[in-house]
Nanobody, 124 residues
């Protein structure tokens, strides 16, 4: 079992920045990828960014490339999402998630454990 807890959600103005953090506990050796997803009201939960346990390689959805940065600490127990130049369409509940399987993915069905989510609201 892997437990995930998100922190850092807030209300910000468009153009601002925010950092989300997620702590990983339980079987911390089990996961191969950590990711961030977001879900706006009435919409699907979409993958935003993911990072590999080994090597730290990353993958982003197209509309956050150049604005968001996913990173992890050296102990592999915390993953961060640095969000810059925020836009109203970035609003939603952000979920931290862990994938046990191999290969990069930003598909919801490929992730195995989820946190409870943290709200990000970007106002224009």
């Amino acid at each position: 079992q892997v437990q995930l807890s998100e922190f850092g959600g807030a209300s910000v103005q468009a153009g601002g920045s925010l950092v989300l953090a997620c702590t990983v506990s339980g079987d911390i050796a089990a996961w191969n990828y950590l990711g961030w997803f977001r879900q706006a009201p009435g919409k699907l939960r979409d993958g935003v960014a993911t990072i590999a346990r080994d090597g730290g390689g990353t993958k982003y959805r197209d509309n956050v490339k150049g604005r968001f940065i996913i990173s992890q600490d050296s102990a592999k127990t915390t993953v961060y999402l640095q969000m810059n130049n925020l836009k109203p369409e970035d609003s939603g509940v952000y979920y931290c998630t862990a994938r046990l399987g191999p290969n990069y993915s930003l598909r919801r069905e490929h992730f195995d454990y989820w946190g409870q989510g943290t709200q990000v609201t970007v106002s224009s």
